[in-house]
């Protein structure tokens, strides 16, 4: 197997672009709501010092913030997931989930994976913030992938399926490649 730093040496440069996406009323809103409780513990804080509950109390409330910035989808998702799961992500349906960021990743991907046919990895801290993303694209990509999709990968589905060591591992990639160029 290769060394973890000769396969890094092999990638394209990272690409970083910021995306500033606006908070909906109903974000900003509720992260205002933990404005004061965060400024009574920095306040107590200041006086006494930083007691072990209100440290772990301030970092919910801080935590809590990020989320919402992320989407109200992920801090209601036990509310939500049940009620979009099975759903296709309508505009509608996206805008009711007062999470932007869902709506600009899915044009993101339609951008730079359908129309420019780039890579891109999506990842998050947030196990449930990913349900939501993977949710919001999968009617984009659909069939993107598949034999007869615009950008066809692994088509017999990938070698793990066949069970194959390292060498042989190769040689079917080959074998595969050959395969998708006779058409």
């Not at 989320?67 to 049940?82: K, L, R, Y």
């Not at 509608?92 to 990743?105: A, E, M, N, Q």
């Not at 990509?141 to 034999?147: K, P, S, Y």
């Not at 088509?155 to 040689?171: M, Y």
């Amino acid at each position: 197997p290769q060394d973890l730093p000769d396969l890094l040496d092999q990638l394209p440069a990272r690409t970083d672009t910021r995306v500033p996406v606006e908070m909906t009323d109903q974000q900003r809103s509720a992260h205002d709501e933990l404005q004061r409780p965060i400024a009574e513990i920095l306040a107590r804080a200041q006086q006494r010092g930083l007691a072990a509950g209100d440290h772990v109390r301030l970092m919910q409330l801080l935590t809590m913030q990020r989320m919402i910035c992320n989407g109200m989808a992920q801090v209601q998702f036990d509310a939500e997931w049940p009620r979009c799961e099975h759903q296709a992500p309508s505009p509608r349906l996206l805008d009711g989930l007062f999470s932007p960021k869902l709506s600009v990743l899915r044009g993101l991907i339609e951008q730079v994976v359908l129309e420019q046919r780039r890579k891109v990895v999506v990842f998050s801290q947030w196990r449930k913030l990913l349900s939501f993303a993977h949710w919001a694209v999968r009617d984009v990509l659909d069939g993107v992938f598949d034999a007869d999709g615009a950008i066809p990968c692994q088509i017999d589905g990938g070698l793990k399926c066949f069970g194959h060591p390292i060498g042989a591992s190769g040689l079917r990639m080959l074998y595969e490649m050959y395969l998708q160029f006779q058409g």
